[in-house]
């Protein structure tokens, strides 16, 4: 067996595809924090249950209407999505005229709940979801084995989130938002429609979460709490990448979870603490993030 | 962070410093009488909660920052407490003593670290550096990871108050506390915290005037987190116990949440918070997960409806009623 500074080939790059799975989902979850936080000034804390709930639905529409994955991939990010909308528009929007950390307490409040009642009817042991059939076994690339989930959801992760960037940065509909971004009652004044802009963006980036949500359920098991830890660690990469770019996100979300597989194969000890450490370290070097803009 | 317009951050003691007086006294007169109705050890849990509540609230009371981390400094003050006491056999001041100055210490450099960012970001990296010390608490081996550390002995205060009587340890705890409000209404009435909310008003004004806005923060950042480290201190030489419950992120949004409830910016609030949510927490036990529900309910109703807190609102309708 091959070894590169000591440690067997196989382990590293089983490592580094996890890491790359992990740093996927950071992007994802990273992406949809930073387009709700450019146009609402809204940390989402919603976001971790959110994820969860996309999980969920997968799983419910699997269980007991028998559809598949790939429905479940297109459904379950409208169904939340629409969520998002009501506590956007019943909710959130009440809160706008005041300081921004109100947003923070109530989506902490919200995500709470809804954790709560799932754990209650769910309990806190995962429920597996059968990966579908076309991605049984695995690409054998010579020098390791990939199965082909794991690669689906690579490549998956990154059209979604290259398609955001374009959308965003390089449409008219994207113009918009970004100068929304800038000024919403200037836009506003151009006869635009902010709040329903705003009530849109909450839902498309809510619906980005329970699409990694979706993509999650085969992987990891279908939990209730499966959101609220990843959701800590996700606000360590928004720190990191700042919330200026959107390309930034998408990179610091990859990067990041690329580096967090290597510490497990290198110094196992500190796998989880890695990600907060490289937050430490930015602050002192650049406290605006390493894309990010001073506000 | 607290609404500026509302009556209880304009006079945060409520009306006058005669209410006020009133209030504390009434506050202190329940507090010395309790315990003969109200089982001991449960009003030590709020004493201790209070406190922290207390400590979390000079921050984002009077501050405005807030910090989304504070469990790492009430977890790390039980467990560095717990250990001086049971493992080097330190008598129970000491071993409260130096939880303290460990939490304050970490408040030092965590502060250092989160100052350099304001508002949503702010409470991100607090978050963020109290999950650190979670996984760090879970992993070294002085805390015994999951199990905790247990059977803390209690031991003797000077070496003259035997702490194991029950009665004994309600006043040393009620005293602790005491000492600790008084510390920090001092501190919020000093020029120090007349600066403090300057800053929170506004920064670049008070930077302008030629403060260190960073300093002043940072200070009352530590002041914050080495009270919080006494609150777990003690809770841990209490209930002989420190464990990662402490730690965790959940404790941390309790204590957001006895605040929020009680009234942010309010020097009674917190304790009335804390009072309310213990109290609950107590009763609820039966219902499991009900009780994140309901904190959760009350967390969205304190936001949309009710912002000014319990203190607050009473304050304002005392405010209004006698305009």
Redesign the interface.
């Known amino acids: 067996m091959t070894e590169i500074f000591g440690v067997p080939t196989q382990a590293l790059f089983g490592q580094l595809l996890i890491g790359l799975i992990n740093g996927a989902f950071y992007a994802m979850l990273s992406l949809g924090l930073a387009v709700i936080?450019g146009l609402l000034?809204?940390?989402n804390f919603t976001h971790g249950a959110l994820y969860m709930m996309g999980a969920f639905c997968a799983w419910f529409l699997l269980q007991y209407l028998g559809v598949g994955y790939w429905w479940a991939l297109l459904i379950a990010p409208l169904a939340v999505g629409a969520i998002g909308v009501v506590i956007e528009r019943t909710?959130l929007a009440?809160?706008y005229q005041?300081?921004?950390?109100?947003g923070?307490?109530?989506t902490?409040?919200?995500?709470?709940?809804?954790?709560?009642?799932f754990?209650?009817y769910f309990g806190s042991s995962g429920l597996p979801y059968q990966l579908p059939q076309e991605f049984s076994g695995a690409f054998n690339l010579g020098f390791m084995f990939l199965p082909k989930y794991r690669a689906w959801v690579i490549v998956a992760s990154l059209i979604i989130c290259l398609s955001t960037w374009y959308v965003i940065e390089r449409t008219k509909l994207g113009s918009y938002l970004r100068a929304a971004t800038e000024n919403a009652a200037l836009v506003q004044a151009f006869g635009i429609n902010v709040p329903r802009m705003i009530t849109l963006t909450y839902g498309f980036g809510v619906a980005l979460a329970a699409f990694a949500g979706v993509m999650a359920a085969p992987i990891y098991q279908v939990n209730p709490q499966m959101g609220a830890?990843l959701i800590?660690?996700v606000?360590?990469v928004?720190?990191i990448g700042g919330m200026g770019s959107i390309l930034g996100s998408i990179i610091t979300g990859f990067g990041l979870g690329v580096i967090e597989g290597l510490t497990k194969v290198f110094y196992p000890?500190a796998s989880?603490?890695v990600i907060?450490?490289i937050?430490?370290i930015v602050?002192?070097i650049k406290?605006a993030g390493l894309f990010g803009r001073a506000r | 962070m607290a609404d500026p317009t509302s009556p209880a951050v304009r006079a945060p003691f409520g009306e006058t410093e005669r209410t006020t007086a009133i209030a504390f006294a009434v506050m202190l007169v329940l507090f010395v009488v309790a315990p003969v109705v109200v089982y001991p050890v449960f009003l030590m849990n709020v004493l201790c909660m209070a406190l922290f509540a207390c400590a979390f609230n000079l921050l984002i009371g009077f501050g405005g920052l807030l910090s989304f981390g504070h469990a790492m400094f009430l977890g790390m003050g039980g467990f560095v407490s717990a250990h001086a006491a049971r493992i080097w056999g330190m008598p129970p001041e000491a071993a409260i003593a130096l939880g303290t100055a460990a939490s304050a210490v970490l408040g030092l450099f965590t502060g250092l670290l989160a100052i350099r960012r304001q508002g949503i970001y702010f409470a991100m990296i607090t978050l963020a550096l109290a999950q650190m010390v979670y996984f760090f608490c879970l992993q070294a081996p002085f805390t015994h990871g999951e199990d905790g550390i247990q059977s803390v002995p209690r031991g003797k205060l000077f070496a003259v108050l035997d702490l194991n009587n029950i009665w004994v340890l309600y006043y040393v705890v009620l005293a602790i506390f005491l000492g600790a409000f008084l510390l920090i209404y001092r501190t919020v009435h000093s020029p120090f915290g007349q600066v403090l909310k300057a800053i929170r008003e506004n920064e670049p004004r008070a930077i302008s005037l030629g403060y260190d806005a960073d300093r002043y923060k940072l200070l009352a950042f530590v002041l914050s987190a080495a009270l919080s480290g006494l609150a777990g201190a003690t809770k841990a030489i209490v209930f002989q116990l420190a464990s990662l419950t402490d730690v965790h992120w959940t404790m941390s949004g309790e204590v957001v949440l006895m605040t929020l409830l009680g009234g942010m910016g309010t020097i009674f609030g917190p304790v009335v918070g804390a009072l309310v949510i213990v109290g609950l927490q107590n009763y609820l036990a039966a219902f499991g997960q009900w009780v994140t529900v309901i904190t959760g309910v009350i967390f969205v109703v304190c936001v949309l409806a009710f912002r000014r807190g319990i203190v607050g609102e009473l304050a304002a309708w005392w405010a209004k009623r006698r305009a």
């Open positions: 936080f000034n809204i940390i909710m009440r809160l005041l300081d921004h950390l109100y923070l307490l109530l902490f409040g919200l995500a709470l709940i809804i954790q709560g009642v754990t209650n830890n800590i660690v606000f360590a928004v720190v000890e989880n603490t907060f450490i937050m430490a602050l002192l406290p």
